[in-house]
């Protein structure tokens, strides 16, 4: 993993600009291209370059626009973009509609159309609206692709068998019967071979399969095909790429203005969608792999990049470009870095279409078909529907697919919204109310949304509790209006006042607290973990007055959630797993960057999360016996050093003079003057984070204190022998505050890595001896 290392100086308070080592010299701005941006264009161009010929052959467009929108979709978007890592081309997601175009206005208006969209793009971008593409609900986006997906794997089906598509997929299903009956055997043998290829080529077993599965599958299926149409003589329909100088660019529109218009929008908003999702997905991709970070995307400038590419493509004659989700994966997968290897794959791709032609001319249309029709198919995800029907959305993900069949891509996405706000009002609307009774307790049950609908229900149910009776109020949905809560907080006050006793529980059975008001009126349930003021109670009887209020909170809410596991803690005692010890900052709260609970977490705190040498005049035993208690008595299995950002002793130390004074606070200080050393020491390796220099010299003091602090740690008699017996194991941790993120020390490397939010990695046991490795990087 790379990481800035802070060049070594004598003033570590300059700015970390200037202590960079790595990237170009001020002022000179060369343009570099990384190594692995090069082998990701490779691999990429080797899929889209048979991709683009078959969805160019899919929508009846030359196949030479395939070419031009791959070329312009990774030159243009992938420089202009907003997405660093997607890769844009000629997509499944618009064949449908291109083809459609083509029969309807020809190549030259559909040029033009594809132009506008690209302009259209261009406005939705400046206008700022990228966010709300996402908005679209995930079902109609499926069923849309799932859509296009059948019509496509049915249309190319025709050509596998060796005949010519039909203008719909009622006539293709209608003339499939009499297809069949007429097969052609070479193309069928062709397309057979290609699927075959195309499907068993990722499942090569053993070290050959790890050494072919280099050539993606795509490229592998269509060459293999190829070379048996090639070498076997066999006589069937190929690609034919007729000279560049007689290629058709865009003409003026023609046609009926309010087609050309839908046409438009169409375009506009399929590719649009597309492309901005894909962005979202590679933005995820790029997060949870290892490496150097990359920039998140900017939806906006992606939109205007793709509107960008679109003008280009549609004014050379290409086919309409948008964001692809399997050559961007590709792209995350082979290690790319930067927007230069969606560059470089457009200048493959143009070299290809101006060098490869006489090798291009030998692939079997029938390959491309195959191709197309597996990627249609692919289209129609088990995934997607596992999700819509987890979900509950499968009738949006229906309807949105059945439209784009029988209707068309646009009248079906208009289906699929128009479905979607009927299933939500109608969520919205059903509400079901239940009232029992159980060992003497009233339940009423809310299952739904509860809105002023649901008022007149909500309070025969409520009714139906006698006064100073015992209830429980359970509230299975998300969603609560005012009437509804007036409707159910008046009952319940009056409820209250006449002797009962009331509880609100959600949907798992968990008690849900009483409204802020309750303890502070000014504050939220959450304004305890900020740094926030009270004015009314400050005002009232301050701060001793948010303490007893916190503590009666916590008997209301938390007390009954957590009085089973504190007995069983009581009587079992505790069998803490860690001993966790960090600095005594207020703003480190150890259970909540740990998610631990009761019993989890044997703490200590101090200034510093500093650890006194064992033995050391004026030492502190307190820490020495809390690291004895946890290591022999508790048993632990791992100690972890925490420091964080901002620490205001390692600012002191810092800052005052090598000679303490006599107060406690100096003293104790005095205890972290080895890391100060250890800092200033050239034979000592700087720890660091990975992907960003240290802010500044207090920041590189917070991570050389973890390491120097683990060493101490090591001087301590029982922890020396866990570690030597294989029981116990070490570990550092930074906690950035103002970024809430979490850093863990590596393992050899002084190198702090960032913890991704779902990342299960283990984390790295720092042993002996591993903080005194050189730094392979020169100072």
Not at 347 to 364: M, S, T
Not at 553 to 568: D, I, K, W, Y
Not at 696 to 705: S, V
Request: charged share 15%; glycine share 10%; with cysteine.
């Amino acid at each position: 993993m790379s990481a800035c290392v802070p060049t070594r100086t004598d003033d570590l308070s300059e700015p970390a600009d200037a202590r960079r080592p790595h990237g170009p010299p001020h002022g000179k701005g060369r343009f570099r291209i990384a190594g692995a941006d090069v082998s990701a264009s490779i691999a990429v161009f080797l899929i889209a370059l048979p991709l683009s010929l078959g969805i160019a052959l899919a929508t009846g467009a030359p196949l030479q626009a395939g070419l031009v929108a791959a070329a312009v979709g990774g030159i243009v978007a992938g420089r202009f973009g907003g997405a660093p890592l997607q890769v844009s081309g000629p997509a499944a997601g618009l064949t449908v509609v291109t083809a459609d175009l083509i029969q309807t206005y020809g190549w030259r208006t559909t040029c033009a159309i594809t132009v506008i969209a690209g302009l259209a793009q261009l406005a939705l971008a400046y206008l700022r609206v990228a966010r709300s593409a996402l908005a679209v609900s995930p079902a109609i986006v499926h069923g849309m692709l799932a859509g296009i997906g059948v019509t496509i794997a049915v249309a190319q089906l025709h050509i596998v068998l060796g005949g010519n598509p039909h203008s719909s997929v009622v006539d293709n299903v209608q003339q499939l019967p009499a297809q069949l009956a007429d097969v052609h055997p070479v193309a069928l043998s062709v397309s057979a071979l290609t699927l075959v290829v195309l499907l068993g080529w990722p499942r090569l077993p053993g070290r050959l399969g790890r050494v072919a599965r280099v050539v993606p599958a795509a490229l592998a299926a269509v060459a293999a095909a190829t070379a048996v149409a090639a070498f076997g003589g066999l006589r069937l329909a190929r690609v034919d790429l007729p000279s560049w100088e007689s290629h058709a660019l865009a003409g003026l529109p023609e046609g009926p203005v309010l087609g050309l218009i839908a046409a438009v929008l169409t375009i506009t908003l399929v590719g649009s969608v597309e492309s901005l999702l894909s962005a979202v997905a590679v933005d995820k991709l790029a997060t949870a792999r290892k490496g150097p970070p990359v920039p998140r995307a900017d939806l906006d400038r992606e939109l205007r990049g793709q509107g960008a590419a679109n003008i280009v493509s549609g004014a050379l004659g290409g086919l309409p470009v948008t964001g692809v989700a399997v050559r961007s994966s590709a792209n995350v997968r082979a290690g790319a870095v930067s927007r230069n290897s969606a560059m470089l794959h457009g200048l493959w791709v143009v070299l290809a279409a101006l060098l490869l032609v006489p090798v291009l001319d030998l692939i079997p249309l029938a390959a491309l078909a195959a191709l197309v029709m597996a990627v249609g198919v692919q289209m129609v995800s088990i995934n997607h529907i596992r999700t819509v029907t987890r979900h509950r959305e499968v009738l949006v993900y229906v309807a949105t697919t059945l439209g784009v069949i029988f209707l068309g891509v646009l009248e079906g996405v208009a289906i699929g919204v128009a479905v979607a706000v009927g299933v939500a009002l109608q969520r919205l609307a059903r509400t079901r109310i239940t009232h029992e009774v159980r060992d003497g307790v009233h339940h009423v049950r809310v299952r739904g949304q509860l809105t002023f609908l649901a008022v007149p229900r909500l309070s025969r149910a409520l009714h139906l509790i006698p006064q100073g009776a015992d209830a429980v109020v359970e509230l299975d949905g998300s969603f609560m209006d005012h009437a509804a809560f007036e409707t159910l907080q008046d009952w319940e006050d009056a409820h209250t006042t006449h002797g009962g006793r009331v509880e609100r529980t959600g949907r798992n059975g968990g008690r849900i607290a009483e409204p802020a008001s309750a303890a502070h009126s000014c504050c939220r349930p959450w304004t305890p973990w900020r740094n926030h003021s009270c004015h009314e109670s400050t005002e009232v009887a301050g701060s001793g007055r948010r303490l007893s209020d916190g503590i009666s909170s916590f008997q209301r809410n938390t007390a009954p959630l957590v009085r089973g596991e504190l007995a069983r803690l009581a009587r079992e005692g505790q069998k803490p797993s860690q001993l966790f010890l960090t600095c005594a900052d207020s703003r480190l709260v150890t259970s909540m960057i740990t998610s631990s609970g009761p019993g989890d977490l044997f703490v200590v705190r101090n200034v510093g999360n500093l650890v006194p040498l064992p033995g050391e005049e004026s030492g502190d035993d307190s820490v020495a016996a809390a690291i004895e208690y946890a290591v022999d008595v508790l048993q632990v299995e791992s100690i972890t050093v925490c420091g964080h950002s901002g620490c205001g002793a390692m600012q002191a130390l810092l800052n005052s003079p090598a000679e303490g004074g006599q107060t406690p606070l100096r003293r104790w200080l005095q205890h972290g003057r080895p890391s100060l050393e250890r800092m200033a020491d050239e034979g000592h390796a700087w720890a660091r984070l990975a992907g960003r220099a240290p802010a500044d010299a207090a920041e590189q003091l917070c991570l050389t204190n973890v390491v120097q602090q683990l060493e101490h740690l090591r001087q301590h008699e029982s922890v020396r022998r866990g570690v030597a017996e294989g029981r116990l194991s070490l570990h550092g941790m930074y906690f950035h505050v103002g970024e809430a993120q979490a850093y863990l020390l590596a393992d050899a490397e002084q190198l702090f890595d960032r913890v991704a939010p779902g990342s299960s990695a283990p984390v790295a046991s720092v042993t002996p001896g591993a903080t005194e490795t050189p730094d392979p990087t020169p100072a």
